[in-house]
């Protein structure tokens, strides 16, 4: 049995997962950094990092039951993400594997998205849904590697979404209850136009978002600015995803990121599924969103395909695209 430690620290989360290959989840051990107001600042996040890491570690060994000896190898994401933020995970774990002397595993994190939402639903060969705060790509296998078959232009939706209700008001906290601030105001809303953008395979969130400010300020109410701000850049998503699935000939979605704990969302991906007669698996919300067993799994994949860098390599990759990673499974 192989056992991994995987550290997740590439924006908003510090994460510390502990797995074994059989697969299970031995620990989970997470801090978040919430803005008070605004949004990520880098610097003050990883200084949050480096304040609250030593007791996440700690417990991450406590609920495993398990010491550094019986660890087998350190998984760290190297990116894509936040430089000062990447820095705090990649150090401790450069430590921790240099003084132990472990094998230390560099993680890509949007890889680590989509293994773990395979892992836990069982998805095998997905056209997957990637959405959170920093990346939009509808992505699918192809030979050793994953491939983008459609991103979004600009912003990605998470930061869309959670940009539009910090400027109307009523955000952060951007996630109250599992339920995004966007999904809870456009209850009750109703549609006002908002322009709609796809280009290809590709889609575009910034005009949607300036044009949903602007209808605010025009005195559109914020409920139906929410609602139809919503239904337009989760509609523009599934449009993209429906042509992936048929171009790729695909049977299965898979859908992963923090956006992809929104029920709404998942909503409109289910009647995609219906009508084209499609699996969808969704990751569970928990793991929808940042955690350190993502990248302790995807690292356990790469241990066992003999993937490891020396520490004095182990540099962060701020832009580190999934499509440069080779996958071996
Ligand atoms: N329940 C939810 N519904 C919709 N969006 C959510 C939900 N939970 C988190 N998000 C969004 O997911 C994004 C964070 O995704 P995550 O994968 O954790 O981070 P990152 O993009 O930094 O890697 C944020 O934009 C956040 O608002
Ligand atoms: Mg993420």
Known sequence: MALVLGIESTAHT????IVSDEPRILADARFSYVPEKGGIHPREAADSFVKNAPRVLREAFDQAGVSIDSVDAIAVALGPGMGPCLRVGATIARALAAYYGKPLIPVN????????GRMLTGAADPLAVYISGGNTAI????????R??????????????????RELGLAPPYVVGGVHALDRCAEGGKY?????????????YSGL????????????RVEDVCFSAREVAYSSLVEVAERGVAQLGKSEILLVGGVAASRYLVEKFRALAEYRNLRLHVVPPKYAVDNGVMIAWTGLLLFKHGVTVEPERAVVKQRWRLDSVDVYW
């Open 109 to 116: 994190h949007a890889v680590a998205h989509i293994e773990i």
């Open 148 to 165: 983008v078959f459609g991103e979004t232009l600009d912003v990605a939706l998470g930061n869309f979404m959670d940009t539009l209700v």
């Open 14 to 17: 510090f994460g510390v997962g």
């Open 209 to 220: 978002l300036t044009a949903a400010l602007k209808a605010f300020k025009n005195g559109a």
């Open 139 to 146: 992505v699918a296998k192809h030979g050793s590697r994953y």
């Open 192 to 204: 006002v136009e908002l322009p709609y953008v796809v280009k290809g395979q590709d889609t575009s």
